[in-house]
């Protein structure tokens, strides 16, 4: 089974920066697509951004456009993604998968991993 770690979550205050990263156990077919999502306290999990393996086309949320950054290091079997400008409706656990099929659609993707917590101060 592929499997993927998040890390670089944490405590941030508004206009902060954070820098979350991906790594997966092997590396990704040239259809596989790398997302973020995001699940907020009493919120469904929502899209953030992909990134498609092989060639990089890359997709965001209209609510992260600008602010948010996603990319990949195929030589180290890793995504990234860079937020910088953070508010505090970006506060969620953020989750990165592996999917084949739509950029944006969460049952397109089968391997999630644990989740990494962002929480933004007011």
């Known amino acids: 089974q592929v499997q993927l770690v998040e890390s670089g979550g944490g405590l941030v205050q508004a206009g902060g920066s954070l820098r979350l990263s991906c790594a997966v156990s092997?590396?990704?077919?040239?259809?596989?697509?790398l997302g973020w999502f995001r699940q907020a306290p009493g919120k469904e999990r929502e899209f953030v951004a992909s990134?498609?393996?092989?060639?990089?086309?890359?997709y965001y949320a209209e609510s992260v456009k600008g602010r948010f950054t996603i990319s990949r290091d195929n030589a180290k079997n890793t995504a990234y993604l860079q937020m910088n400008s953070l508010k505090p409706e970006d506060t969620a656990v953020y989750y990165c998968?592996?999917?084949?099929?739509?950029?944006?659609?969460?049952?397109?993707?089968?391997?999630w991993g644990q989740g990494t917590q962002v929480t933004v101060s007011s």
């Open positions: 998968a592996l999917g084949r099929g739509s950029p944006w659609d969460a049952d397109d993707y089968a391997y």
């Open positions: 092997r590396r990704a077919a040239s259809t596989n697509v």
């Open positions: 990134i498609a393996w092989s060639g990089g086309s890359t």
